[in-house]
């Protein structure tokens, strides 16, 4: 454990490999009339999907191309062989004129997300090199090579009226940094779709009494994210506690010491219980294979219990930086958001409003609990506290900021009508006072202004608590929302 950093980026899941890697499907497609009319046109539109192909594949994705599809026949069997290769996602690379009867087929029965592929082959035809050809068949090959846009429109009234939901990445082949960046972010947005489609949430203990917004619908999480949801008891936390050998106790401090800024009043019995915790931590979510967790529990009564969750705050905050993030209060749509933020690689730490500096227009926010130690500015702290506030019992707990420059807020929002949405902001975390009070802490400053943030942020009812991370990655968000069929609200 050299640092969160690392740690983080060893966490991050990889799209290329292991059982449920990301696949994309790609195919182009052509009228199979032009074929004989006009010589080479089949291979050049051949040549701009291999092009596509070597883009995707850059993206980290496994790459299932099925070439030109130019009749009915060739896009019953491709929506056939993309069912049986089991892509996630299809890129419709729009070669040059073609029948939207080459399409439906396709896209009907692999039933997958498509984004369509407007892509011209540069950025405007030579007018005067085309208009030079003498031969009226080469001067049609060649604007036949250019028409990309010809049967978007068809596509997308074909679409509409099935019902299939669609986007569009419109710019060029080559050199076009927009157009390149939108492929890239659905790639990325799929992978995070995937990622929630296997991911396995651990919820141990049961709500903190009385936090109505928190309380929310499993079954609505496991229908619009996929994965799984163990229930876990807190008595099983405590066991594996008691199986902890001392030696392992003793290595694990050393590794508080690598990972965090351990402050000189921490005692070496708090260090020691929350090592024990730590330990046994590692083994509940390898022996459940959890990719993240939320937790609460007051264990008023039971020793065992209560020592478990009272020493709970650094073995959670290296799970977090681990990419297994772990939600505090049983907040099961936060623990959703934190994941989601940590799959994008922007990190993903529990968070809520703490105060406003009018002074100097930011909002300060943090939360108790766990922290995501690679996104810290600087080393974490690590803090003895006489009282958990709101809580039981007492122990060690962290202290840091969000790194300072670009952060998103995600805040997945349960709905009056039961359904689940995505909240989005973006802000910049900045330097200046915080709180020593030895919990996360920042300073966020919003476009917009913190009144108005503030005003438009509530107004979309989400729970008290949100996921932040770094960078700016709004758009990638509201293309997750796309694909999961989900609404996404972005106030800045």
């Known amino acids: 454990m050299n640092n969160a950093a690392e740690m983080m980026k060893r966490a991050v899941p990889p799209r290329t490999s292991g059982r449920y890697a990301l696949r994309v499907g790609l195919f182009g497609i052509g009228l199979d009339a032009y074929w004989p009319q006009f010589p080479g046109l089949e291979e050049r ?43 996630d996602l299809i890129f419709l690379h729009v070669t040059t004129y073609a029948l939207s009867s080459t399409v439906l087929p396709v ?10 592929l407007n892509l011209a082959p540069g950025v405007a035809i030579d007018y005067a ?31 509409e009226r099935c019902r299939i939901p669609f986007f569009q990445v419109t710019g060029t082949l080559e050199n076009d940094p927009v157009a390149s960046n939108e492929i890239e972010e659905w790639v990325e947005a799929a992978a995070v779709a995937q990622v929630m489609e296997h991911n396995r949430l651990g919820l141990m203990g049961h709500y903190y009494g009385g936090m109505l917004d928190i309380y929310s619908d499993l ?5 619009a994210f996929g994965g799984h ?44 219980r929350a090592a024990r915790t730590s330990l046994a931590l590692d083994r509940l979510v390898e022996k459940h294979d959890l990719g993240s967790l939320a937790y609460y529990y007051k264990g ?37 958001a934190m994941k989601i933020m940590d799959a994008f690689q922007s990190g993903g730490s529990f968070t809520e409003y703490y105060a406003i500096d009018f002074a100097d227009d930011v909002v300060l926010m943090g939360h108790d609990g766990p922290g995501h130690l690679a996104i810290a500015q600087g080393k974490t702290k690590v803090r003895p506290l006489s009282v958990y506030h709101g809580k039981v019992g007492r122990g060690l ?56 943030f503030i005003d438009y942020w509530n107004a979309q009812g989400p729970a008290h608590h949100c996921a932040i991370g770094i960078g700016h990655i709004a758009s990638k968000l509201e293309k997750l929302a796309h694909l999961l069929k989900m609404e996404a609200v972005r106030v800045c």
Request: glycine share 6%; aromatic share 6%; hydrophobic share 40%.
């Open 300 to 336: 008023e009564g039971n020793a065992a219990n209560e020592h478990a969750i009272s020493s709970i705050i650094l073995g959670t905050s290296l799970l977090t930086a681990r990419g297994i993030p772990v939600a505090g209060e049983y907040e099961v749509k936060n623990a959703q």
């Open 107 to 116: 896209v009907r029965r692999a039933k997958v997300p498509v984004i369509i």
């Open 45 to 87: 539109l051949k040549g701009y999907i291999a092009r596509v192909e070597q883009r995707l594949a850059q993206s980290g994705a496994q790459v299932v191309n099925l070439g030109l599809v130019d009749t009915p026949q060739k896009a019953l069997e491709a929506g056939h062989r993309f069912c049986e290769a089991d892509v």
């Open 219 to 223: 079954t609505q999480h496991c229908a």
């Open 397 to 452: 707990s962290v202290e840091m900021s969000v790194k300072h420059g670009p952060v998103t807020m995600l805040s997945v929002v349960q709905t009056a009508d039961g359904r689940l949405k995505l909240l989005i902001a973006e802000a910049e975390s900045v330097a200046g006072p915080i709180l020593e009070i030895g919990n996360t802490n920042s300073r966020y400053r919003f476009s917009i202004g913190a009144r108005r």
């Open 229 to 272: 949801i163990e229930l876990l008891e807190v008595d099983e936390l405590a066991a594996l506690r008691e199986q902890v050998v001392d030696s392992d106790i003793q290595s694990r401090v050393s590794e508080f010491f690598e990972a965090f800024d351990v402050q000189p009043d921490c005692s070496p019995d708090e260090l020691e």
């Open 129 to 159: 090199s085309f208009n030079r050809l003498r031969d009226r068949r080469q001067m049609t090959g060649e604007w036949l090579a250019w028409c990309q846009a010809c049967p978007v429109p068809e596509i997308a009234n074909v679409f």
